[in-house]
């Protein structure tokens, strides 16, 4: 192993399956202490990225090292695969106790028996379920289940985390306080990560950097908020959420709420709207310089309202619930709108 090098580090990567080609890299660098975040919709080739960076999936083509070396032999393989950790959408913990679960993965990583339960009550209690180490796993609930799961993981000192959707299954509550939690705990650790995750604000808080998967390729890297403000084609910005829009459209319709479109130049033919950019008007502003539209739906999206309206395409706002509950807002309600022309990319 070489001393600085990435955690990861993959070239010319092409993984099949039946086939099939289910994932394809160039090239992908982790850093030592970084975490990075991918994203994608479900066969974006996420969970298959980390089975190649666990050393689980044989190639078609290219190269995975992990902490500078590349394994040439099945005992290189197993020796560097000791030096990551996984964690699961489901928890997978054995029939045993929480604290067996925990002394069970020490002491297939060679740590000596005195030290195990010491290692198993610290991370125990990092992850606020000390008080569980006698119960038995498969009566935890879900997300107790998760917390164990993750102390397993990080009690084992792992160089590599991998992190397939950790926080998928988990209330709203439980999964926000798991959030803050490993992002701390990644933190202390300075161990890198990588994170397979679908929601964009898991991104944000966990990693400094973020890949945008889409069809196994990469559509886009780079800091977290630069791509998810920025997405580079339509189709990223139609994964993040935005909605796009025809560029002589999305020029009238900041017209009419008394926006310069200017900003748009005359080149563009398309443009994507972030729902943030969306204001819905209260009655008494919408007398003069708003658009005027249908509600196609109403629905809910990352903790807030997504109020979809008929502008002559659908075009999604991100609304407070609060403005919606006890309201007759809904499909077939009239209502008054203005795009932010800060939350459009033109393309």
């Known amino acids: 192993m070489i001393a600085d090098a990435p955690a990861l580090s993959v070239r010319g990567l092409r ?17 030592a202490t ?53 964690v699961l959408q489901e928890p997978a ?21 005195p ?17 569980l180490a006698g119960a038995h796993a ?39 306080r798991l959030v803050g939690d490993v992002r701390t705990l990644l933190h202390e650790e300075r161990a890198a990560a990588l994170l397979a995750t679908h929601d964009q604000t898991e991104a944000a808080l966990v990693a400094g950097r973020v890949l945008i998967l889409l069809k196994g390729e990469v559509a886009q890297g780079g800091g977290v908020i630069d ?12 994964f993040l959420g935005y909605s796009l829009l025809d560029a002589a459209l999305a020029r009238r319709l900041l017209e009419e709420g008394a926006q310069d479109p200017a900003a748009a130049g005359t080149t563009a033919r398309m443009a994507a709207v972030h729902p943030d950019a969306v204001e819905l008007l209260d009655t008494a502003a919408a007398l003069e310089h708003a658009i005027r539209a249908p509600v196609l739906n ?4 990352h903790g807030s309202a997504r109020v979809i309206v008929d502008v002559g395409a659908p075009l999604a706002a991100s609304v407070a619930v609060e403005r919606v ?20 990319v033109w393309y």
């Open 93 to 113: 913990l054995l029939d045993m106790s929480v604290a067996a679960n925990i002394e069970t993965a020490l002491t297939l990583h060679g740590v000596e028996r």
């Open 227 to 238: 791509v998810l403000h920025r997405p580079a084609t339509p189709e990223v910005a139609a």
């Open 298 to 301: 109403v629905g809910s999206a």
């Open 325 to 344: 509950v006890g309201t007759d807002l809904r499909a077939g309600a009239a209502v008054a709108i203005r795009l932010d022309p800060d939350g459009l």
């Open 15 to 31: 993984i099949e399956r039946g086939g099939r080609e289910v994932l394809h890299l160039e090239r992908l660098n982790v850093g």
């Open 115 to 131: 030290q195990r339960r010491r290692r198993a009550e610290e991370w125990l209690d990092r992850l606020d379920v000390a008080h």
């Open 138 to 176: 498969h009566t935890l609930s879900s997300g107790e289940a998760q917390r164990v799961s993750l102390a397993r993981a990080f009690a084992v000192r792992p160089r590599l985390l991998l992190l397939d959707e950790p926080f998928t299954a988990l209330d709203p509550e439980t999964r926000s």
């Open 34 to 86: 970084e975490t990075l975040a991918v994203l994608g919709p479900n066969g974006a080739g996420k969970s298959t990225l980390l089975r190649s960076a666990g050393l689980l999936l044989p190639a078609a083509e290219g190269v995975v090292a992990l902490f500078g070396e590349t394994p040439r032999r099945s005992r290189d393989r197993v020796r560097l695969r000791r030096m990551t950790s996984t």
